[in-house]
Structures are given as C-alpha cells and as structure tokens.
C-alpha cells in the first residue's frame, strides 16, 4: 500500500484565521479522501478527491497527482472546525484495492 | 445518501466474553465494506476488508480467529469479538464504498468497546 504523510500535526488558531493543511502520498492513487473526526469519533467525509480542486462552503481541496500531494484549505475558521483531520488514500492496482492508508492526522484547534 | 450506520455505538463487556458489532449501508448496497480499529490518539488501522457472500481478507497481524467477520448480505457486515480482553478495547469503525461511479468510501459513527 501507500504512504501518508500529514502536515502539521497540531494547528492552533484564532476564529476567522485562515489555514491549509497538507497530505503526502507515496504512490498514485485512485481514491484520496479528507475526512473530519468530530469529538464523538464519526468520520464526516470532506472531499473524495483523486485529482483536481473541489469547494465546499468555506472549505476547498486540492490534490496535484502528478506531484502526489493534497491540500485542505480552511477559511474564516470557526471553533466547531476543531477537531482532527485525516487524509486517507489507496492506489486500486494489485492487492490494494480498497485499502485506505491514513495519515496521522492534523488535530486543529480554533480559540474564540 | 451513502449513509453507513453502526450498533451498538458503545459496548461493556467482561474479560472472555464475546461482542458482535454490526454495520450496515442505509441507503445503498455494499458490495464491500471494511473494519478498522483506532486507539485513542492515534489514526485508523484497516483490519479487514469484507466482501458480500465470501470470507474476509485480514491486514498482517490481524488474527482472523479472534476477530470473526461476516459479509451476509449487501447493506449488513458484523464484526466479532471474540473471547474478548482488556488489550481489544479500542474504537471499531467501519466503512463501505458504494463501488458505482467512484471509489469514495463512507464511514459508521463507530463502536467504542470497552473490555473489563
């Protein structure tokens, strides 16, 4: 399987500050999803994005395949943003189809 | 849609018993669906991957005999535990890819188990 790598591991903020988070992967993949990880553990799926740039409300991704990287940009942030974040990828050649890799997570913390 | 539900959400047991954690896909069929374990602070470790109407495949480490998996029908996959101790306590989260038109795959608000 991949490799992910997440920057930074701990990001602190202040609420309205803008942030971007970043994803490493190995290998190409076919699947490269960001997910938030609320207090109570339910994974909220962010973006499913292989290649390309999605917007969602004050949330954006993009991931450069070529260059195997992915970046979740948070704008204006709020305090119900904290949390962790996880990118998670696999690469459906071979055995490894299906197989998300997770990286360690960014956990984010937003003070009012 | 692409709603993935768990029971229980928390679970107690005694040392030696055993637990079974179900998964199910609301409003879709799963032709696959995985399990994973997550300690407290750490990220999700795939511990198996289930397909409908065959046996399951487990990650490296993962002993198939403690951690029994059945994939009965294409919303439902359970998990269980068997012969449970202390050391499975941990938070067990599943997941389904809807296998249409991508490979995204959505998750269960897991199951915290928690072994005396």
């Known amino acids: 399987g991949i490799q992910v790598e997440q920057s930074p591991p701990d990001l602190i903020l202040q609420e309205g500050a803008n942030s971007t988070l970043r994803c490493n992967f190995s290998d190409s993949v076919n699947n490269l999803q960001w997910f938030h990880q609320n207090p109570w553990g339910q994974l909220i799926n962010l973006f499913y994005i292989p290649s390309g740039t999605k917007q969602n409300g004050r949330l954006s991704a993009t991931t450069v395949a070529t260059e195997r990287y992915s970046l979740l940009y948070i704008s204006s942030s709020q305090t119900t943003d904290s949390g962790v974040y996880f990118c998670?990828?696999?690469?459906?050649?071979?055995?490894?189809?299906?197989?998300?890799?997770f990286g360690q997570g960014t956990i984010l913390t937003v003070h009012p | 849609g692409a709603v993935v539900s768990q029971h229980p959400s928390w679970v107690i047991c005694k040392s030696g018993t055993s637990v079974k954690i179900e998964c199910r896909s609301l409003?879709?069929?799963?032709?696959?669906m995985f399990w994973y374990r997550q300690f407290p602070k750490q990220s999700l470790m795939l511990m198996a991957t289930s397909n409908e109407g065959s046996k399951a495949t487990y990650e490296q480490g993962v002993e198939k005999d403690k951690f029994l998996i059945n994939h009965a029908s294409l919303t439902l996959s359970t998990l269980t535990v068997t012969s449970a101790h202390p050391e499975d306590s941990s938070f067990y989260i599943c997941?389904?890819?809807?296998?249409?038109?991508?490979?995204?795959?959505?998750f269960g608000p897991g199951t915290r188990l928690t072994v005396t």
């Open positions: 409003d879709f069929q799963a032709t696959t």
């Open positions: 998670a990828g696999y690469n459906a050649g071979g055995t490894s189809y299906g197989k998300l890799t």
């Open positions: 997941s389904a890819e809807t296998g249409t038109t991508s490979y995204e795959q959505y």
